[in-house]
């Protein structure tokens, strides 16, 4: 079992900025993936950002490229989600979500994560 809850979503204006956090417990933190997800308003779950379980790769979907940096801390069973440049697009709920299958290449697609965090909710105003 692996236990995940999100923290530092909120309003912030276009432009700015805010700091994600999953703090991860159970399994030990290092054995598996780590990826980021949103759901907006309407819409179906996205991919964001995908971190692996040493920190040493990490992928993001094009409409984040550059704006948003995906790290993680296993010392401190965490992982971040740094986003700038936001847009009122980026509003959404944010998930973090831990994928156990110990592959190769990391993913993102939902269904191959197994735990999933509560979701904090990002709100960005024009």
């Known amino acids: 079992q692996v236990q995940l809850v999100e923290s530092g979503g909120g309003l912030v204006q276009a432009g700015g900025s805010l700091r994600l956090s999953c703090a991860a417990s159970g399994r030990p933190f290092s054995s598996y993936d780590m990826g980021w997800f949103r759901q907006g308003p309407g819409k179906e779950r996205e991919f964001v950002a995908v971190i692996n379980r040493s920190g040493g790769s990490t992928y993001y979907a094009d409409s984040v490229k550059g704006r948003f940096t995906i790290s993680r801390d296993n010392a401190k069973n965490t992982v971040y989600l740094q986003m700038n440049s936001l847009k009122p697009g980026d509003t959404a709920v944010y998930y973090c979500?831990?994928?156990?299958?110990?592959?190769?290449?990391?993913?993102?697609?939902?269904?191959?994560?197994?735990?999933w965090g509560q979701g904090t909710q990002v709100t960005v105003s024009s």
């Open positions: 979500a831990a994928d156990l299958r110990r592959s190769l290449v990391v993913s993102k697609i939902p269904d191959e994560y197994d735990y």
